[in-house]
């Protein structure tokens, strides 16, 4: 049985985490084969560290990450402040241990650097993505589209544009791969409007409002016809875990580094498009500019 341990657990997805792995096999988004033995508290709420001590029977509660390492084969990081998970997950993988990385891998192109040098240098596999990247939906529709070559995406989602963007990202880059060459935000106060342009053509626009309401959705479009989707099931958390399994059984990460690190990218060249009026901002221009984002949800 593998032994999971979950660091920072403010987030809801610590809940759904627990749910997979340590509820009863009956349950219909369970996944044999771990368990979650230990958390780690990150200046979190005693009450909410009992109550899921209590509902998912676990006994171990530690203060810091590395207080975690000989327990655990495996560490999901999950704080929503993405500053903290160079720090959070460093202790893992100078082990050389599998490490899932909650959205966003992190707030600047310095610590994800630090975050891939680590994983290579101790050999350590490491995983971050939206759960949306796994969703039935997503996948319906691009089954739909089949061997198509998709040349536009049009997706729409609720947040604002840095913790919650990554959903788009993921989304767009599951469609579409890598190879975003450029963005330009034409957002305002209450929205973000992302042209998105390939390096071959392609296109995609992402639009965030800051209206919970609207359910992630989006169209797909290749030059024969079009697909769309509305995320409604909640089994991307399960589906995300199982990929997360897979890894730690075979040390091959789902998510290639260089995908990782183009969501960040965008997101960053997106933010630095908006304060400078809508200009085209180039991903590698970011690259040299060692660009940062400051932390909007804690």
């Known amino acids: 049985m593998i032994r999971l341990g979950i660091i920072a657990l403010e987030s809801t997805h610590v809940d759904a985490f627990c749910r997979i792995f340590n509820s009863d096999s009956s349950e219909p988004d ?76 992190a707030l600047s192109l310095d610590d994800a650097d630090d975050i891939f040098r680590l994983s290579i ?3 350590a596999p490491i995983m ?15 089954e739909e589209i089949g061997d198509r070559e998709i040349v536009h995406a049009n997706l729409v989602g609720p947040g604002e544009l ?65 697909a769309s989707f509305e995320i409604r099931a909640d089994t991307f958390y399960m589906r995300t875990m199982q990929r997360f399994l897979d890894m730690i059984e075979t040390g091959d990460a789902p998510v290639p580094r260089e995908d990782m690190m183009e969501a960040l990218l965008m997101l960053l060249a997106a933010k630095r498009s908006q304060k400078q009026g809508g200009r085209l901002v180039r991903l590698c221009d970011l690259r040299s500019d060692r660009e940062s984002m400051e932390p909007t949800i804690h």
């Open 30 to 105: 369970h996944l044999e084969g771990a368990v979650v033995v230990a958390l780690c508290d990150q200046d979190n709420d005693p009450t909410r560290i009992a109550g899921l001590q209590q509902e998912w029977e676990i006994e171990i509660v530690v203060s810091e990450p590395r207080d975690l390492t000989g327990m655990v084969d495996a560490a999901l990081i999950c704080s929503r402040d993405g500053s903290q998970h160079l720090r959070q997950a460093r202790p893992f993988l100078e082990e050389g241990l599998p490490v899932f990385v909650d959205k966003p891998l």
């Open 121 to 123: 240098e101790h050999g």
């Open 128 to 142: 971050s993505a939206s759960g949306l990247r796994y969703a039935e939906e997503v996948e319906a529709a691009l």
């Open 162 to 226: 840095f913790f919650y963007g990554i959903h788009l990202t993921d989304v767009l880059n599951t469609a579409m791969g890598p190879g975003v060459q450029a963005v330009a935000n034409l957002g305002e106060l209450e929205f973000d409007l992302v042209s998105v342009s390939y390096g071959d053509g392609r296109s995609a626009s992402l639009q965030l409002l800051r209206d919970p309401a609207p359910r992630h959705q989006g169209q797909l479009f290749s030059a024969e016809g079009s």
